[in-house]
């Protein structure tokens, strides 16, 4: 298989407990976003990397969420202190070099806080 | 937020009958991108959109992308029962690399 793949694909947490999530994009791509969506809404962009480097964050992307692709490869997403308005799912697309219009997405990771 | 506008919401339509739905922005985009989501799963690309006036079809869907840049419409034709889900449109700046989404169109087939 080839796609964008992640892990978990659910969590549950307690509120102020720390989650990682894991994202491996199809290995020829150098892009990787982050979008968190909520019911009933598009994804929202979190932020990007271009091979090991974040480029862009978006303000959604409080002090408590940090993200980091450490070989260009796989990436992680970490939220300390979770909230329950953390409760989501986190989406990871990647996308090949050059333009980076045609994002391919992973399943997801479905981020529910108690 | 998002600056995309999409609609319908929802529809709720009979197998083998057409679908249009659209997007329209108050911003110029240089790309139209038109996902499909199942309960659970990640957005599914269908369709990408480069040029303005550009019609490009992924077997019974047609994408356009409208002339002023700032709209694009998905058809379906002779729709089947796989094809409920959510459509999403996405959009991008000439600036950024960033997508903007529609809020998605739900679409249901009644039995």
């Known amino acids: 298989d080839t796609g964008v793949s992640q892990d978990p694909r659910h969590k549950i947490t307690k509120r102020g407990q720390n989650v990682t999530f894991r994202c491996d994009p199809i290995?020829?791509?150098?892009?990787l976003y982050w979008y968190r969506q909520t019911l009933g809404q598009g994804p929202e962009f979190l932020t990007y990397?271009?091979?090991?480097?974040?480029?862009?964050k978006s303000r959604l992307l409080s002090d408590r969420f940090s993200a980091e692709r450490p070989k260009g490869s796989f990436s992680t997403l970490e939220i300390q202190r979770t909230e329950q308005g953390d409760s989501a799912m986190y989406l990871c697309?990647?996308?090949?070099?050059?333009?980076?219009?045609?994002?391919?997405f992973g399943p997801g990771t479905r981020l529910t806080v108690t | 937020g998002q600056q995309l506008n999409q609609s319908p919401q929802s529809m709720f339509i009979q197998e083998g009958e057409d679908v249009s739905m659209n997007c329209t922005s108050s911003?110029?985009?240089?790309?139209w991108l038109w996902y499909k989501q199942d309960p659970g799963e990640g957005p599914v690309l269908l369709i990408a959109l480069y040029k303005a006036g550009e019609l490009t079809s992924n077997g019974r869907l047609t994408a356009q992308f409208g002339i002023t840049r700032k709209d694009s419409f998905l058809n379906i034709s002779a729709s089947i029962p796989s094809d409920v889900g959510i459509y999403f449109c996405?959009?991008?700046?000439?600036?950024?690399?960033?997508?903007?989404w529609g809020a998605g169109t739900k679409l249901i087939i009644k039995p």
């Open positions: 911003s110029i985009f240089n790309t």
């Open positions: 290995s020829e791509h150098n892009r």
């Open positions: 990397f271009q091979n090991e480097a974040q480029l862009e």
């Open positions: 697309a990647s996308s090949p070099a050059g333009t980076g219009n045609e994002q391919y």
């Open positions: 996405a959009g991008r700046l000439d600036s950024n690399y960033q997508l903007i």
